[in-house]
DNA sequence: CAATAATTTTAATCTAGATTAAAATAATCC
DNA sequence: GGATTATTTTAATCTAGATTAAAATTATTG
């Protein structure tokens, strides 16, 4: 198993080609696998979220790529994995912003503004499309509890910061589990109505944080 | 073309029966077909909700009933249909919940606070689930419009509260726009995270109304 | 440029699950 | 209780779209 061949490296094993390549060229290559593959994630998620899952046919994702659906395989071992894969960059998105939110944000209440603004940032901006996680339930068990692990971390997370925000006394007494879905929601509902367009995206940016954290602050002070 | 078939009646015309019953038998009829319609509908919303769009076969909607797929054909063209219906009917919880909380509320903020009340309250309750429209994409033109437009209606029904709350005095200034998607965004979410449970059902009522329009008042009064 | 590996396409299959027709059962009416 | 309509099931189809194998093309390397 050659470790050049991105397929294999990627889904498992289709061909088994074996020579190695100059390790010039084994960059190159990655270089080139991953940029089609993080073009083609983004299809998917600009697919899923338009046009709904059932919507869209590998087909679909493949003609934004101006390539044939069967191509896609060579990325991918099937749609399942496709999905898997769109949610997992999703994640890994939302997890960086929390990430930067947590480094920079000076208390709780400032963390979990910068949260909101870092990932909407994201979500909007020339990173996005993410992919909302509508079909969790249909991934195969592995990915699934994957998936649903990395989802409860990233709660748990914001949930912390919260906490913690209670603690230092920037954001009122709240029910942190109750106040993570509501923002949390809020966030993940945003590919639903937002569909690449610059001039909503700053106005977006601008605002959401604001209007997701102004009713965490304390009333007095 | 029998009004007593309601197969026909609902969803075009598959079989023909044509005599005439007695009235008291069509109305025994018609709560009945209508009684089993609303379980069906929320067995699918359940189904989606839970499984997935494309995790739930008709099979696992009709198993919820105890039926055989095939069964629901009686009640519904087709999935496509039964989807159509699941968010015609969540349309018009939301609906209901609007008029209600307009109609009670004293002013934008009231009438803010009560519609995310009254429809959190449909949504965690009995005449819950209430699907996600996840799905609208992939309904047929004519349903996809339909259902568009009653989204679209919703939407600017909630902006129309919040204008009415700056105007009153209720409200701070705020970009109605983007504040109605970020807490529609929170509501249309729950069925994301909330599953049947009785408990966690009345803490929700408790809190999500508090703090999704906590952040809508007026800092001094 | 020849050779080898990487990427994509062409052209079939394959399949889950939707859909349908006809028959069977249950309900209701006179 | 027999007749008529409403509801459900049984047992096949039917189909879009996923998947695959093999061939063709393109890139890369020495």
Redesign the pocket.
């Known amino acids: 198993m050659?470790i050049?061949?991105?397929?294999g490296a990627a889904t498992g094993t289709?061909?088994a080609?074996?020579?190695k390549?100059?390790i010039?060229?084994r960059i190159?290559?990655e270089t080139?696998?991953q940029l089609?593959r993080g073009r083609m994630l983004k299809a998917a998620a600009t697919c899923f979220n338009e046009k709904g899952y059932s919507g869209?046919?590998?087909?679909d994702v493949?003609d934004h790529l101006?390539?044939?659906?069967?191509?896609l395989?060579?990325?991918v071992?099937?749609?399942?994995e496709l999905v898997y894969q769109c949610y997992l960059r999703a994640a890994e998105l939302g997890k960086q912003a929390m990430d930067r939110a947590r480094t920079e944000g000076r208390c709780g209440f400032e963390q979990a503004f910068l949260y909101v603004r870092y990932h909407v940032e994201i979500m909007v901006g020339d990173r996005g499309p993410v992919a909302i996680m509508s079909e969790i339930p249909s991934l195969k068990p592995t990915h699934r509890n994957e998936i649903l692990n990395v989802s409860r971390q990233h709660s748990t997370g914001f949930e912390e910061i919260l906490a913690a925000g209670i603690q230092d006394g920037s954001i009122a007494e709240c029910d942190v589990r109750m106040t993570g879905n509501a923002i949390m929601g809020a966030i993940n509902w945003i590919p639903k109505w937002f569909h690449s367009d610059a001039l909503l995206a700053k106005k977006v940016v601008a605002e959401f944080p604001k209007i997701l954290t102004s009713g965490l602050r304390k009333n007095e002070s």
């Open positions: 050659g050049s061949n991105h397929a289709r061909r080609g074996d020579r390549s100059g010039m060229a190159a290559e080139r696998f089609q869209t046919s590998l087909k493949a101006g390539l044939t659906d069967a191509a395989y060579y990325y071992r099937n749609k399942e």
